[in-house]
Every structure is written in structure tokens, then in C-alpha cells.
């Protein structure tokens, strides 16, 4: 059974940093893309982040470019978010997510964690 | 503010059908394929619809969809009070190299 446990949310100031973790189970996680996904409180799903099975080829959405940097490690089963600078704005549940087959298409995600920005 | 419109809100009774609209343009739609999620809040999102009308292992033949255009829409027959939640369309848009969400809608049963 797949299974994405997203954890390191939590309540920081504006200007701080945070790492988000994403341990992955259930599957070969060296073979397939992974994304991160994220939703404000009353809003859509946004797209954040996505990194490629081998890790070098990694995407990111205007609103984070330059703040954050997604990374994994395969020997651990495991992606990361790194968050800098972060912003009130930033305020969301942050999920992990497996792609199918192709980016754009993501069959799993996991349950979430939640990152308040707040001064 | 997203790419890709929806209706906010669409309802109707057990056992009934709806369809939910996912209004793009020709650099996400109109040039790629669209998915399909479910998403009830406090859950982990559920993927439902690929390649515009394929669905997952283990997705029940009432949810189906359909692209034409720049527009997607997503159908669900013979509707059950689980099937109350937020559905989203999603593409890649290539104008913004980005992944891009519908604005999302909330199914009420």
C-alpha cells in the first residue's frame, strides 16, 4: 500500500525558514516524480514543486522560485521541502504527492501538514 | 488567482448526475491533458480522472470525463452522499511552465 507521511509543519514567523518531510512507502520511490501541493485556508489546491525521479530536473511555481527548493533523497525514501523567506501568504496544508505517470497526473498524496505564518 | 474556471458549487439529489465545467485556454487545455481530483477537506486528495477520460485502478465507471477544446468536464452518474466534495481539474500550462488547478467544486448531494 502507498503510503506519504508529510510532517514539519508548524507555526513560525514571517521571515523564517522550514524544512518539510515526506516519507514514502509502498513503492519504488527512486522510479517516479514527486510534487508538492499546497492549500491556503478557504482556497484551491496550488501547485508548488515538482522534482524528478533522479532529482535533477526540479520545477517550481513563480510564487516560491528563489525561496524554496525541493530536494529528495532516495536512500531514505524521502522529499524534501525547503522553505525560506516565508510570508503569510505562505500559509497552508502542504501535501506530498506521487506522479502517475507523467507530471500533471498525481495518484497518491498524502495527508498533510500544516505551515502558519503569523506574526 | 488559477488559470482554469469552475463552477463553485453544483448540487442534486441521490442517484442523480452532475457535471462540473473546467474552463481553460489553448496554452493548458487546449494543449495538454487534463486530470481529475476529489478532495474532502481533512483527507488526502483523490485522483479520479487521467489523460482527459482514463480512470485510475480501483475509480468506479460513475465518474467519467471529457475534453473538447479548451474545456474539460468531469461527470458523475448515480450520485451517493460520499460523493460530497471539492473537485478540482488540473494540466500542465505551458504559457506559465507551471501545473495549474481549477478553481474547484464543491458537489452538495
Known amino acids: 500500500e502507498v503510503q506519504l507521511l508529510e510532517s514539519g509543519g508548524t507555526l513560525l514567523q514571517p521571515g523564517g525558514s522550514l524544512r518539510l518531510s515526506c516519507a514514502a512507502s509502498?513503492?519504488?520511490?527512486?522510479?517516479?516524480?514527486m510534487t508538492w501541493v499546497r492549500q491556503a485556508p478557504g482556497k484551491g489546491l496550488e501547485w508548488v514543486s515538482s522534482?524528478?525521479?533522479?532529482?535533477?530536473?526540479?520545477f517550481y511555481a513563480d510564487s516560491v522560485k528563489g525561496r524554496f527548493t525541493i530536494s529528495r533523497d532516495n536512500s531514505k525514501n524521502t522529499l524534501y521541502l525547503h522553505m525560506n523567506s516565508l510570508r503569510a501568504e505562505d500559509t497552508a496544508v502542504y501535501y506530498c504527492?506521487?506522479?502517475?505517470?507523467?507530471?500533471?497526473?498525481?495518484?497518491?498524496w498524502g495527508q498533510g501538514t500544516l505551515v502558519t505564518v503569523s506574526s | 488567482q488559477s488559470v482554469l474556471t469552475q463552477p463553485p458549487s453544483v448540487s442534486a439529489a441521490p442517484g442523480q448526475k452532475v457535471t462540473i465545467s473546467c474552463s481553460g485556454s489553448?496554452?493548458?487545455?487546449?494543449?495538454?491533458?487534463v486530470s481529475w481530483y476529489q478532495h474532502i477537506p481533512g483527507t488526502a486528495p483523490k485522483f479520479l480522472i487521467y489523460?482527459?477520460?482514463k480512470r485510475p485502478s480501483g475509480i468506479p465507471d460513475r465518474f467519467s470525463g471529457s475534453k473538447s477544446g479548451t474545456s474539460a468536464t468531469l461527470g458523475i452518474t448515480g450520485l451517493q452522499t460520499g460523493d460530497e466534495a471539492d473537485y478540482y481539474c488540473?494540466?500542465?500550462?505551458?504559457?506559465?511552465?507551471?501545473?495549474?488547478f481549477g478553481t474547484g467544486t464543491k458537489v452538495t448531494v
Open positions: 504527492a506521487k506522479v502517475f505517470y507523467r507530471f500533471g497526473q498525481f495518484d497518491y
Open positions: 509502498g513503492f519504488i520511490f527512486s522510479s517516479y516524480s
Open positions: 522534482i524528478s525521479a533522479a532529482g535533477d530536473d526540479t
Open positions: 489553448s496554452s493548458n487545455i487546449g494543449n495538454d491533458y
Open positions: 489523460d482527459n477520460d
Open positions: 488540473g494540466t500542465w500550462d505551458s504559457r506559465l511552465s507551471a501545473e495549474v
